[in-house]
């Protein structure tokens, strides 16, 4: 296997990455409060540099730089365009995460939401939903940084993989939220800055018009702006992205954390950012094209071309930005899935009145549980994992029009938000095994739509009023 | 046969260089904004 730095060097990079995380952690780790407030939310008074950093790098994943490219270099420049408009959602979300402030200030959870807007049938239906998408994307990533390891430097895919998790587990337990901010804005401008360096260097080599030529010599094909595939591909990614962001926890609680005038903003401008990042890796892909390189692996594109290009030190820069992006992801997750499950399971579910303590200690235990049941899960490197997060396309894009109906529209009717959760995921299902993986986002969102729309008008509901959604969330929250 | 309409050369070069300027300029404003907050206290 062709290697592209070597393993010394590899660990090297990543351990000085690796200090620097737990540094911060350890620092913050002392400063933050013992309570909840701090550890979760970072105080509820985070501005707009952090603000916009931490969704930068949250939403900036190990698939945004190594799949951006692979579907440019397979599919095309709509593709490219198709992957880049999830930064579209962030945009999207912006007013519906303003609402949210505004109507639920004192709230913890996704799940809050959904159980004081909708009853507790939903919410269960939410929060499996929550958790099949956690455990996807967690998975993931923490592969991905075995994998990453192993095809740049011939690391065994173990190493990588457990220091990934090793590393991000132990900082987001000693400095919560506040640490991963700080990491956040310095994780981000590594990303861009270095992600910009790459593309200026290689189109210094190859200017755009000449990749173009050479594109449109070897395969015009990718050129091609009204390509079938490209078309749906733009389609699904818009609606599977919009679920995601959605439904998460990762973004509300990211909400709950800035300061109210900031959080318009913040979604605005980290949306417009994050949409350079998948266009930039993509259109490196076009430089294999144009120049012919050989890409053994479709999914290596991104670190073949770059260290063709740069040589080692292109490889150097493509490990810091991958690294970067897959810690800033993982110590996201692990934080935002865990506070999801200890707030609405433990505290709703089981002990309503835990004190404040209690629930920093169990989301502390439950970070670490989260880690471990991942590290078992891809121990044996499951073969298809992409296909796996694919899957739970069809159950983020049921989780749409719920949210955003259910933000703005008071009358919207329970049962049959119910009815379209659980149509949106079995229908997504169908299409994604009859049709297609690109079907299944496209079939829930509009199951959803029609269900919601028509249970609606035909009974709507008048037993809900916005003015009581705070009272209710800090109700249960303060049981 | 799919309906075939290629980008041309010059949108493609203005897409790249827009983006790449944007970027850069977007992180600029990032970094401005992050030591407006730092100066006035108000980062978190």
């Known amino acids: 296997m062709e290697v592209f730095i070597s393993a010394p060097l590899a660990l090297v990079i990543v351990g000085a990455l690796s200090v620097m995380l737990l540094s911060f952690g350890f620092f913050i780790g002392k400063r933050i409060k013992k309570d909840s407030n701090d550890f979760l939310y970072a105080g509820r008074n985070v501005g707009l540099a952090l603000s916009t950093a931490t969704l930068i790098a949250a939403w900036v994943t190990g698939n945004t730089t190594m799949s951006a490219p692979e579907q440019g270099y397979t599919i095309g420049i709509l593709a490219c365009f198709g992957y880049a408009v999830a930064g579209l959602s962030l945009c999207i979300f912006a007013p519906l995460a303003l609402r949210i402030k505004k109507i639920m200030p004192h709230g913890c959870t996704s799940g809050d939401f959904v159980r004081c807007r909708y009853g507790k049938a939903v919410w269960i239906v939410f929060l499996l939903i929550s958790a099949w998408y956690f455990v996807g994307f967690l998975m993931t990533q923490a592969m991905a940084g075995g994998i990453l390891l192993q095809s740049l430097s011939g690391l065994e895919y173990h190493i990588g993989m457990l220091l990934i998790m090793v590393v991000c587990t132990v900082y987001t337990l000693k400095g919560g939220l506040k640490a991963i901010l700080s990491t956040d804005f310095i994780m981000a401008m590594l990303i861009l800055v270095m992600l910009l360096v790459t593309a200026v260097l290689a189109f210094f080599k190859f200017s755009p018009a000449q990749v173009y030529d050479g594109v449109m010599t070897n395969k015009p094909e990718l050129m091609n702006i009204l390509s079938g595939v490209g078309i749906m591909y733009l389609g699904s990614n818009f609606l599977f992205a919009t679920g995601e962001i959605f439904h998460s926890n990762i973004w509300w609680q990211r909400i709950y954390a800035a300061k109210e005038k900031v959080t318009f903003r913040s979604f605005i401008l980290s949306g417009l950012i994050w949409t350079t990042v998948p266009i930039i890796a993509g259109s490196l892909a076009f430089v294999a094209v144009a120049e012919g390189y050989v890409v053994p692996q479709v999914n290596m594109v991104f670190p073949i071309v770059v260290s063709k290009l740069l040589g080692p030190a292109g490889s150097v820069l493509v490990l810091i930005i991958i690294y970067s992006a897959l810690a800033s992801t993982v110590s996201s997750v692990l934080t935002a899935s865990s506070n999801l499950l200890v707030q609405d399971i433990y505290k709703r579910a089981f002990k309503p009145n835990a004190s404040d303590e209690q629930i920093v200690k169990y989301v502390r235990y439950t970070i670490v549980g989260m880690a471990v049941v991942t590290v078992i899960l891809v121990w044996n490197q499951p073969a298809s994992m992409y296909q796996v997060l694919y899957l739970t396309g069809s159950a983020v894009a049921a989780t749409i029009w719920p949210i955003a109906m259910g933000i703005y529209n008071s009358r919207v009717n329970r049962t049959a938000v119910l009815v379209a959760m659980i149509c949106s995921v079995g229908l997504g299902l169908v299409a994604y095994f009859s049709i297609s993986s690109y079907a299944a986002p496209v079939v829930s969102a509009l199951v959803g739509l029609v269900i919601i729309s028509i249970g609606t008008k035909l009974s709507p509901d008048t037993s809900f009023s916005f003015d009581q959604l705070d009272e209710q969330v800090s109700a249960i929250s303060n049981k | ?44």
């Open chain 2, 1 to 44: 046969m799919e309906p075939v309409f290629y980008m041309s050369q010059a949108v493609f070069s203005a897409i790249i260089y827009i983006v790449m300027a944007g970027l850069a300029g977007t992180v600029a404003l990032l970094l401005a904004i992050l030591a407006k907050e730092w100066k006035n206290h108000t980062l978190w």
